[in-house]
């Protein structure tokens, strides 16, 4: 157990807001509705069934394109401040250019905003959630620098129809699930795999187009609104197996690979990629036989421009790895892999979800927050995701545990110092879950996608979360009376 054996009861700050998060692939459905475009997830499963470990498709997934007034419902169940959803680029703009608008996307939209304004609940808005339209990826998609300006396009529609509404924007989820994943390993659409340069270049991309949509977000829109823009950056905790030096330092060198990739530039006083990267690209790159580095260059005008583009960091957190140095690095070459050249493991004290990859190990959450205190000097933090996933049932005993330790660890590194202003549980409900389909369960509620209504009924830990929520303390011995929802 945690440090607060020390038998306090902590309670959540006052104006801490507590939300849930989905993503529009993973819920939406509708996937050619009304004029809806198609994205790269829509060509890449059509193409490749095969790629879906379970071969299904988020084509009618939970269907909140029909179904988002029983979502904001079950969002009144719980009684949450906040709902982060994202907007589906090709459901606006079929064609991905601005030239062609689909009006029923927008209403879509739009009807969504105002059901939850009208229960006092803030829309939190990604832009961008891993759905390219898949006429941009046909043009190189995020490896290509155009897409900086097509995304600021994009945004400045999303800003002038809904900025009047909507207080929190984030550009982008996650850049290195877009770039590592979608362009290097090619584990995620677009399963572009040009291992080593691909996925820096993306890198670059997607910083330079959130930099110009903070732009002009920070001149025209926020004195308008009186929002705030940030950007979701996955930060999840990395510890060395032990404390032997080279595992120490591959530790120090991959939180770099990891979290300074993407917080560095925007967070820190000098801006720019992490040293520490810049030089093992440049000499990995060199003694591969290439004239220039990898990693693309930013220049001081992009520094500056990057530097300091956010309001807040979105940080989503799910869990911890150990890591070590190997002894012979055996990854391909070049790739990020390579660069990075290290071995992850978990230890054996820590639960195992559905997913493979994820582990409960709560200290991490505190920890990865004050590190993030202490090398970038108390940024503001929103965590917009941190979740657990089961088998399909109600009784979910492990998700309850995650979702309390985790905010267990949270109350403790808010009270020792860290700013973080809001959490979202990753996921209000089951939902497509890119390439492992519906076989990892990451819903407070679950989904019975045989049903054509895509029925949605709380487990119980919706009902722990509602407590949580209703008395902002963590009461580890509450259980909820019955499994029936109501409306408070
Ligand atoms: C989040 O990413 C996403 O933003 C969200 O859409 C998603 O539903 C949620 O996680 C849950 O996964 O299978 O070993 O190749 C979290 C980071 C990176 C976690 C990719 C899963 C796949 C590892 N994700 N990773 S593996």
New binding site residues.
């Given amino acids: 157990c945690l440090a607060w054996s020390d038998g306090a009861v902590r309670r959540f700050p006052p104006g801490f807001m507590f939300g849930v998060a989905s ?1 529009a692939y ?1 819920v939406e459905g509708g996937w050619d509705a009304d004029g809806k475009g198609e994205s790269m997830w829509d060509r890449s499963i059509h193409k490749r069934p095969d790629l879906i470990s379970d071969g299904t498709s988020g084509d009618v997934s939970t269907d909140s394109y029909h179904n988002y007034k029983r979502d904001v419902e079950m969002l009144r169940e719980l009684g949450v401040d906040f709902y982060r959803f994202s907007i589906s680029w090709p459901r606006v703009f079929p064609d991905g250019f601005t030239n062609n608008k689909n009006e029923a996307g927008f209403q879509y939209y739009n009807n969504l905003i105002d059901e939850l304004l009208k229960y006092n609940i803030e829309p939190m808005i990604t832009m961008y ?2 759905d390219l339209p898949q006429k941009l990826q046909d043009l190189g998609g995020w490896a290509n620098p155009l897409s900086i300006l097509w995304f600021e396009d994009y945004a400045r529609n999303l800003l002038e129809r809904y900025g009047s509404k909507v207080k929190y924007w984030i550009t982008f ?2 850049p290195n ?1 877009i770039c590592m ?1 979608g362009y290097g390993d090619g ?1 995620m659409a677009p399963f572009v795999s040009v291992k080593g340069i691909a996925e820096y270049i993306c890198v670059k991309n997607v910083l330079l187009a959130h930099a110009r949509v903070w732009k002009m977000f920070n001149e025209k829109y926020r004195v308008k609104n009186k929002g705030s823009l940030g950007i979701s950056i ?1 930060v999840n905790w990395l510890d060395p197996l032990n404390n032997a030096t080279e595992n120490v330092q591959a530790t120090d060198e991959y939180r770099e690979f990891t979290i300074g990739l993407y917080v560095n530039p925007i967070f820190s006083k000098t801006g720019d990629f992490p040293q520490v990267v810049k030089d093992i690209i440049a000499r990995n790159s060199k003694e591969q036989g290439f004239r220039k580095s990898r990693l693309p260059v930013l220049t001081s005008d992009e520094i500056s421009a990057i530097r300091g583009s956010a309001d807040f960091l979105a940080m ?1 957190h ?1 869990t911890t790895s150990l890591v070590s140095r190997p002894k012979k690095n055996n990854h391909p070459s070049p790739s990020f892999e390579h660069d990075a050249n290290v071995k992850l493991t978990y230890s054996k004290h820590w639960a195992v979800a559905k ?3 994820l582990r409960s190990a709560p200290y991490g959450l505190y920890k990865a927050l004050i590190y993030l205190n202490l090398k970038y000097d108390y940024p503001y933090i929103i965590i917009t ?1 941190n ?1 657990w996933s089961t088998d399909p049932g109600l009784d979910d005993t492990q998700r309850v545990d995650n979702l309390r330790s985790y905010l267990n660890a949270l109350l403790l590194a808010i009270e020792d110092g860290a700013e973080v202003s809001g959490y979202a549980a ?2 209000l409900m089951d939902n497509f ?2 390439t ?1 389909g519906l076989s990892e369960r ?1 819903g407070l509620y679950e989904v019975d996608f045989d049903a054509a209504e895509k029925t949605r009924t709380p487990r119980k830990s919706a009902f722990v979360y509602k407590e949580i929520i209703a008395s902002r303390i963590v009461d580890e011995a509450f259980e909820p009376k019955s499994m029936q929802m109501t409306l408070s």
Avoid: V
Wanted: aromatic share 26%.
């Fill in positions: 993503a993973q959630h891993f989820n996650q699930g994943e584990t996955a989503n799910y997913s493979p990859w995701e979740g990753w996921s879950e890119w492992a990451f």
